[in-house]
Nanobody, 120 residues
Framework: QIQLEESGGGLVQPGGSLRLSCAAS????????MGWYRQAPGNQRELAAM???????MYADSVKGRFTISRDNAKNTVYLEMNRLKPEDTAVYYC??????????????WGQGTQVTVSS
């Protein structure tokens, strides 16, 4: 069992910035990837950004050049720096982890979600 603690959501004006954080704790042997998905009302959950253990990053086309994902390996924490935010970035953002457990086996887990609202 692991825990994902998310923080950093909120209300911001168009053009503004926010930084999301997600700290993973518990029985984690190693992490394959950590990332952020988002879900707007009436839409399916979609990938916003992902960072693999190899250092490879993936971004949704709609956020490329505006969002940056990074990770502090010592703290098992992933960050999402969001700049030049647009109203269409409004969504609940969910942290996601793909990891190997200390007790064996590969698992995935989701955070509880943090609301990001971009509005004037």
């Amino acid at each position: 069992q692991i825990q994902l603690e998310e923080s950093g959501g909120g209300l911001v004006q168009p053009g503004g910035s926010l930084r999301l954080s997600c700290a993973a704790s518990g029985s984690i042997f190693s992490i394959n990837s950590m990332g952020w998905y988002r879900q707007a009302p009436g839409n399916q959950r979609e990938l916003a950004a992902m960072l693999r253990d190899t250092g490879t990053t993936m971004y949704a086309d709609s956020v490329k050049g505006r969002f940056t994902i990074s990770r502090d390996n010592a703290k098992n924490t992933v960050y999402l720096e969001m700049n030049r935010l647009k109203p269409e970035d409004t969504a609940v953002y969910y942290c996601h982890i793909d990891y190997y457990s200390n007790y064996g086996g590969q698992f995935t887990s989701w955070g509880q979600g943090t609301q990001v609202t971009v509005s004037s």
